[in-house]
Structures are given as C-alpha cells and as structure tokens.
C-alpha cells in the first residue's frame, strides 16, 4: 500500500533515505528497499521506495514509499515531516484537504508546515514544481 509520495527539495542519494526510513519506520535498514523502477518491487518487502529523478532541480526528486507493514501512528504530515527532519531536505506533499490541485504543503527540515501553491502551468505544461512561497514570492524550484 502506499503510504505517501513527496517531492524533495534536492536529490537524496538511496543509501540517506533507507537509513531515514528504517529510521522513522523503526525497522531494520535490510527491511527497506530503495529502487529507481516499480518493476524492481516486491509485494514482500516491509518498506520501499520508489524514487524518479527528474531534472535535478529543486522538487524534481519524486518519492513514494511503500508500505506493507503497519502505517505509523501520526499519519502521513507527521511521517513526512519526521523524514523532512531527518534528511535535512524540505519536502513538498499534496495537501489532501484542498480541493485545489496546485495546493501544496512545503515540509521544512526542522519539522514545520506551511500551505504553499505551486505555479499550475510549470506543473501542468512542464511537470515542474515552482513553489509559491508564503512571501508571495516565486521560487523557482
């Protein structure tokens, strides 16, 4: 089951996220698994992870963790602000309780949260996450 996807600020290399995962899962780093194609999924594993990297700019590392152990208590903004943390990277997750696609929640490295949009034709037209950031202005990420 997925438990959720974000994107990260900059490229984390797999060995920091197996050991941030194993980490925020309390699990063993052998139970997570870190692959670049779904092909290379095991239904299995207790965690995986899926990573597209993009263009290498900022939130074009897109990752999407797996899960068939239990979920941890706390949910997904608390999983991810956890991971945020121990990575040392922002993250940017879909905020579910919008109806606006383009809404965002922008994850800081010291575990805060802030609603941010992103610019709708960077995403749309060129799949890329330009942050609007709370200042109103544009980061281009």
Known sequence: MIWFDAA???????EPLRRGLSTLLEVNCDAVKVVHD???????DPATCLIDSRSGEA??????IYLTIPVPEGGILDG?????KLLQVRLLLADDESQDPYAFILLSTTGSMTKVEVDAEELDLNDRYVVFEPTGN???T
Request: cysteine-free.
């Open 8 to 14: 990260l600020e900059q490229d984390v290399g797999a």
């Open 59 to 64: 939130f074009s590392q897109i990752v999407s």
């Open 138 to 140: 544009s980061a281009s």
């Open 80 to 84: 991810a602000s956890r991971l945020a």
């Open 38 to 44: 779904i092909t290379e999924m095991r239904s299995d």
